[in-house]
T-cell receptor
Framework: GESVGLHLPTLSVQEGDNSIINCAYSNSASDYFIWYKQESGKGPQFIIDIRSNMDKRQGQRVTVLLNKTVKHLSLQIAATQPGDSAVYFCADDLTGNQFYFGTGTSLTVIP | NAGVTQTPKFQVLKTGQSMTLQCAQDMNHEYMSWYRQDPGMGLRLIHYSVGAGITDQGEVPNGYNVSRSTTEDFPLRLLSAAPSQTSVYFC???????????FGPGTRLTVT
């Protein structure tokens, strides 16, 4: 089956710095990827997505980069704020309705 | 527009008991899914539905049943609860295949 893994389980950054969270996936047929943010006690919340025909997508303060050659994607958060503290998950969609989630990276923003 | 709602928020069951976790969405989404989240792990797909009357198994379906009689509701049934089913359960929906999923707030289930 598909496996999705995050490189680091925890990440601490200073407020105002940029954050980079990495994720690797195993199946080269995956064609849709999503990054989710999950705050304590809440459900995952959509941040940004990217399809396999793109290698970069930007949102408000967030950028997702996709490297299909090495099956890797990253989430970059610019000017990290305390409200960005959460667990971040990448997920990929192999079949059109079955998402496989990574184990999550816990981001802590130090004021 | 309430989005995806789940009830109850918390539940404690004894081994062998059965119960139904409720999930409803008011966005007229065709696709709905149930996930479980265990400590230190990502979300794992239990069952999903691509429309009323159609359901299919995900990654970890054993011990759970689902049905989809309406577009809005997608209940998850635990047939005979086991301690291994202690987890946080999330329901999600999306409007078309392969797009962003909206998650409910979760149900925290403990089986003793």
């Amino acid at each position: 089956g598909e496996s999705v893994g995050l490189h680091l389980p925890t990440l601490s950054v200073q407020e105002g710095d940029n954050s980079i969270i990495n994720c690797a996936y195993s199946n080269s047929a995956s064609d849709y990827f999503i990054w989710y943010k999950q705050e304590s006690g809440k459900g995952p919340q959509f941040i940004i997505d990217i399809r396999s025909n793109m290698d970069k997508r930007q949102g408000q303060r967030v950028t997702v980069l996709l490297n299909k050659t090495v099956k890797h994607l990253s989430l970059q958060i610019a000017a990290t704020q305390p409200g960005d503290s959460a667990v971040y998950f990448c997920a990929d969609d192999l079949t059109g309705n079955q998402f496989y989630f990574g184990t999550g990276t816990s981001l802590t923003v130090i004021p | 527009n309430a989005g995806v709602t789940q009830t109850p928020k918390f539940q404690v069951l004894k081994t062998g008991q059965s119960m139904t976790l409720q999930c409803a969405q008011d966005m007229n989404h065709e696709y709905m899914s149930w996930y479980r989240q265990d400590p230190g792990m990502g979300l794992r797909l239990i069952h999903y539905s691509v429309g009323a009357g159609i359901t299919d198994q995900g990654e970890v379906p054993n011990g759970y049943n689902v049905s989809r009689s309406t577009t809005e509701d997608f209940p998850l049934r635990l047939l005979s609860a086991a301690p291994s089913q202690t987890s946080v359960y999330f329901c999600a929906s999306s409007d078309i295949r392969g797009t962003e999923q909206y998650f409910g707030p979760g149900t925290r289930l403990t089986v003793t």
